[in-house]
Structures are given as structure tokens and as C-alpha cells.
């Protein structure tokens, strides 16, 4: 017997940009089933009339296998089609070509939150948000008690869902589609949301589900979380399929995909990453006074510039940037929040320039991926620009000893040290 939990050969999906999808009735379900052959035979349309096209493959001549057991990891850029393959196994969507085969039950964590309606209480929306999942009655039931206690809400467990907390929410949409138990899970970046404690808790729930045997696909831009969870790794980019194997290797060759280290960037107004009031106009490593740099010394400081345009006034407001090394370990995350001045101060409309100050002898040698974000804390994000620069930092003499060689290690700091004699 086969040992195949998911076969996908040649898989393709097409959208109509700009097309939206009106009602269909059964009469218009027999019309295209009968004019269906005549289709087969009318050249399709694939540039308007401005010279625009129009349409867009999500994805393209994407094959590959996962065993069962195995936790597979999908990564890739924004808009690289990591949702759009989540959705046909899920059969959420049918694929424009190809085909998938999925053997077992699935269960599917593609959206946080499917089926909760705020006028019924948290006990109402546990057995609805259930029942959507797939999960029978009697299974709801049986992991009522287990499920409120992992979102921590016994308290208001009868209360309607309008009066509790955004978070609060999240927490018990999350612990209803967690308590699945189907042979293969699908996860769509669910964990990147809640606040520290409550993504160390789902963290661990994962790893458990994939320590019980459990096929898992998991998406995510935390290369750390993918690493950790995951033994293989598929990489995506512009909807076809770059690479797939160790994750480890995957993982590194995607970090390093950039042909060469990016010291700064800039964005065209309309191209600008951002929405809901915030937009990344520019970034740059700026190291002494030789200005934008795309290599710097381990031993010297340098600043990573974020430059961006408030469009409506704003409080509360986070600017990050998170530092990833090659093998996708997160080396240390910082935002501007930690200057007492701007935590929680209003921001009117206009142009920034938020700056991150990077000490010597802390980033050890090797190149690293900068992302850039802003957002208000657990309600809204503006930008999320995932290895938006590229850093090497190089070992010129030594950081943490003057001989010519790398220490083991994400920093090599320059530590005080003092040496007595203890003795003749």
C-alpha cells in the first residue's frame, strides 16, 4: 500500500483580473454545460484591448509528493500562490489544470475565525465553528472543556462573542480548528497572530500533532517556526514550484535568493508596500559615513533606516525590523516603540524616518535578510515587507578574538573579561 498522502501533478490555477463572479443559477450551470464543447474550439482572450493582460496564473506546473507522517513546510514570497495550492488540497477551489490527490481526512486551518457570529456566546460559537470544521457533535463535546481551557476563556465562555476582545477571539477560533484530529493538517499562517505567550502555545500544539504521526502542510514566513516543525520544505515563487527537499536547504537558498546583498531600497508611490494609512516609501543600512552599505564590518556600528509616509493620523503605532540569518533562524527582532518617546505617541500625517542603531561586535559574520513591518499591537498591520534588504556582514581581524576565524553563533559579541591568579 501506498505510503502517498498527497500527489499533486501539474497543478495550475487562473483568475480573471478584475472579473467579478455574479450569481449562478441553475440555469446558467446547464447553459455552460451544454455550450461547454464549443469553448474547447473559441480562441480565449488573453490580452484586453489597452494591451493589458487578463488574466494571472497563482500557480503553475506545480508537482510534487508528501508521505504520510511527513510535516512539509510551504514558503515563499507574498503573492508566490502558498494559499491558492493550500485551498485546492482543501478543496476550497478546483484547480484550473492538473490534479491533486489527497488520501485521509483533512482538516484545514486556512482562516482563523470561520463560522463565529458575534451575537452568540463563546459555548454557541465552539459547536457552530465545530460543526463548519467538520468536527460531529459528539466530538465537540468531548473536547468542549480542553478547547476552552487552551484559549483561556472559561470565564466568559456564556458570554456573546460581540463583548470579548480581539485577541480573545482569536484564541478560541484558534483552539476550536487546533482540536482537530484528521489524518493530514493544513495550516495557513495562523501562528503569526496573538501575543508571545499564546504563539509558544499554538507552537507547541503543532509540534505535537506532527509528534502523533499526523501528515502536516504548513505555510508560514517564520523561517524559525518552519525549521523547527517542519523535516522538508517547499519553496514557491511567482506560482511555480523553485525547489523542494531538506529543509534546511530549502530554507537557506531561499534566504539566500537575492543575487547579491541589498543595502537599500526604494518604492515607487504606486508600488509602495502598505495599506489602511501606512506606506514603506524607502530602507537602507547606513554604515559611518560611508552612507548606504550593503556589507559591513563586524566590529563597527551601522544604522538600518526605515523611511515611510503616515496618510491619517495614527496612535500606537510599531515600526520593526526583524534580522533573519541565512538557515532562517530569527537573530533578533527590534521596533521603534523601544524609544519611550515614541511609545503610544499620536503620529500625524507626513514622512518618517524611524532608525534602528546596531552596536559592533554583536551580528556575527554571514549574510542576513532584513524585514520591515509597522503595525498597531494585535489590531491592525500596514506593511509587511519580508527580506525587503540583504546584509553580509563580514569578519575583518575578528570580532570576539583577533584570529582569523568565525565563532559558532548568531552573535559574536566583545564580552569584558578579567583573568587573577589563583595560585603559584
Known sequence: MSDIAICAEHLGKRYRIGERQRYVALRDVLTRAISAPARLFRPQRTVSPNGHPTHIWALKDVSFEVHQGEVVGVIGRNGAGKTTLLKILARVTLPTEGHAQVKGRVGSLLEVGTGFHPELTGRENVHLSG???????????????EMVAFAEVEKFI??????????MQMRLAFAVAAHLEPEMLLVDEVLAVGDLQFQKKCLGKMSRVANEGRTVFFVSHNMGAITRLCGRAIWLDGGRLVAAGPVEEVASAYIRSSAEARGERRWE???????????????????????????????????IEIEYEILKALSHLRVA?????ADGTIAFTSSDDANPTWDGCPRDPGRYISRCWVPGNLMNEGRYSLTLSADIPFVETFFFEESALTLDVEQMGGGGTRYPERWPGLVCPKLDWDVERAGP
Open 269 to 303: 508611490a504606486a508600488d509602495a508596500p502598505g495599506k489602511g494609512g501606512v506606506c514603506l516609501l524607502a530602507a537602507r543600512v547606513v554604515a559611518g559615513e560611508q552612507g548606504p552599505a550593503s556589507t559591513v564590518d563586524i566590529r563597527k556600528p551601522f544604522q
Open 131 to 145: 460543526a463548519i470544521l467538520g468536527m460531529g457533535k459528539k466530538e465537540i463535546e468531548r473536547k468542549f472543556d
Open 158 to 167: 456564556d458570554t456573546p462573542l460581540k463583548h470579548y476582545s480581539s485577541g
Open 321 to 325: 525590523v526583524r534580522v533573519v540569518a
